[in-house]
């Protein structure tokens, strides 16, 4: 049992690696499928990207936000090169990545899932 289990920590550690194990533990990760690489939260879930935010503050609210959760912390959080946070309408400081605001898809319910890509032509899986 002790070794299955030691077998399964191998596997997923391989498979998605915290890019800010250096950096104090932020909330972004990258993990990889296939080949191609792909951001996701500290739990695994994926993180997408909207191109009506066109690099700019998210315009992602009310109905827009309740089917894509923006990826909000602290607003002192210690993020890795490449993020930053951007404030929202209602305070909140959501976390971008080159500039792009990050979020989740109401449709994926398990770390992995990536329903979201694609959806209405505009929304996408965030890349490194």
């Not at 391989?14 to 296939?34: I, K, N, R, S």
């Not at 500039?99 to 329903?115: C, K, N, V």
Request: charged share 15%; with cysteine.
């Amino acid at each position: 049992m002790t070794r299955t289990f030691l077998i399964a920590a191998l596997f997923a550690s391989t498979a998605t690696f915290a890019m800010a194990d250096a950096h104090g533990g932020a909330p972004v990760q990258e993990a990889t499928l296939d080949g191609a690489a792909y951001l996701t939260d500290a739990n695994g879930m994926t993180l997408y990207t909207f191109d009506k935010d066109a690099s700019g503050p998210s315009v992602c609210y009310d109905a827009c936000a309740d089917s894509w959760p923006p990826l909000v912390v602290d607003a002192g959080m210690a993020l890795p090169e490449g993020y930053a946070l951007s404030e929202r309408k209602d305070g909140a400081a959501q976390v971008t990545w080159n500039g792009e605001p990050l979020y989740f898809w109401a449709g994926d319910s398990e770390p992995g899932d990536m329903t979201g890509d694609g959806v209405g032509g505009v929304w996408h899986v965030a890349r490194p």
